[in-house]
């Protein structure tokens, strides 16, 4: 049986996760409850659930938060030069100094 994973607010982020689980043979479905797609507006408040089956919940839930930490990175300000870089970037290309 499915059981639901995480609950998000657009049906575009709920494909996104579904597609970072299909990548590790996870299968998923969302359940919207949008009343039949008549009123697609409600999908903005009532979110969209991702459901997962039961014996896959745990590696689901993993592959989840990593996402979740690699999107999460904030942006920095080098120390040194001042320039503002995203989060993967480790270095400064501006002037080489180490975040
Ligand atoms: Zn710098």
């Known amino acids: 049986m499915?059981?639901?994973l995480k609950v998000v607010y657009s049906?575009?982020?709920a494909q996104i996760i579904m597609s970072h689980l299909s990548d590790e043979n996870i299968d998923s479905l969302i359940d919207k409850d949008d009343?039949?797609?008549m009123h697609?507006?409600?999908?903005a408040t009532q979110g969209v659930s991702?459901?997962?089956k039961e014996e896959d919940y745990e590696k689901a839930k993993e592959i989840?938060?990593?996402?979740d930490n690699q999107t999460e990175q904030?942006?920095?300000?080098?120390k040194k030069c001042n320039e503002i870089h995203q989060g993967q970037f480790k270095v400064c290309w501006n002037c080489g100094e180490e975040r």
Request: proline share 4%; net charge negative; with cysteine.
């Open 2 to 4: 499915f059981i639901e």
């Open 35 to 37: 009343a039949g797609g």
């Open 74 to 78: 904030s942006s920095w300000t080098c």
């Open 64 to 67: 989840i938060e990593i996402k």
């Open 40 to 43: 697609p507006h409600l999908q």
């Open 11 to 13: 049906e575009i982020e």
């Open 50 to 52: 991702i459901l997962v």
